[in-house]
């Protein structure tokens, strides 16, 4: 019999630790492009993004009618990948100067393709919960 066998979900959620339930995920997501320019595999990594600033930035890819407008699509992956990558800091100065960028959105920008930015933003997603398999529902 295993420990969680018996109890409830009250009990089940008491006996988690409660720091647990609010460390982010990380994952490391190689930028292949950057691997070739750097001689070596270039790894950022991202973490999931508090989940009303999530929200946020996804309803900027609606119009004003509640439609998906398409054409916004770069700019909200762009800003995601803002959001979530903690490794390279985008928000260094020496780094920004460097290439020339004013913004952490403007270093994203000079620093990874819009492929890139797809990739780094699906993984972002799943650590916020999307994308994952539908649980199956149990039936009485």
């Not at 903690?86 to 020496?94: G, Q």
């Not at 959105?105 to 997603?125: N, T």
């Amino acid at each position: 019999m295993n420990l969680t066998e018996g109890m409830n979900l009250v009990d089940r959620l008491l006996a988690i630790d409660a720091k647990q339930i609010t460390e982010k995920e990380t994952v490391k997501i190689e930028i292949k492009r950057l691997s070739k320019l750097t001689g070596e595999p270039f790894f950022v990594t991202v973490q999931e993004i508090d989940g009303e600033r999530y929200q946020e930035l996804q309803m900027r890819l609606l119009n004003k009618k509640g439609k998906a407008d398409f054409t916004k699509a770069y700019d909200t992956n762009l800003l995601v990948a803002v959001e979530g990558i903690i490794e390279p800091n985008l928000a260094d100065e020496k780094l920004q100067k460097h290439f020339g960028a004013a913004t952490p959105k403007e270093l994203a920008s000079k620093l990874f393709q819009a492929g890139d930015l797809i990739k780094i933003s699906d993984v972002i997603a799943k650590l916020n919960g999307f994308g994952e398999e539908e649980e199956e529902e149990i039936k009485n």
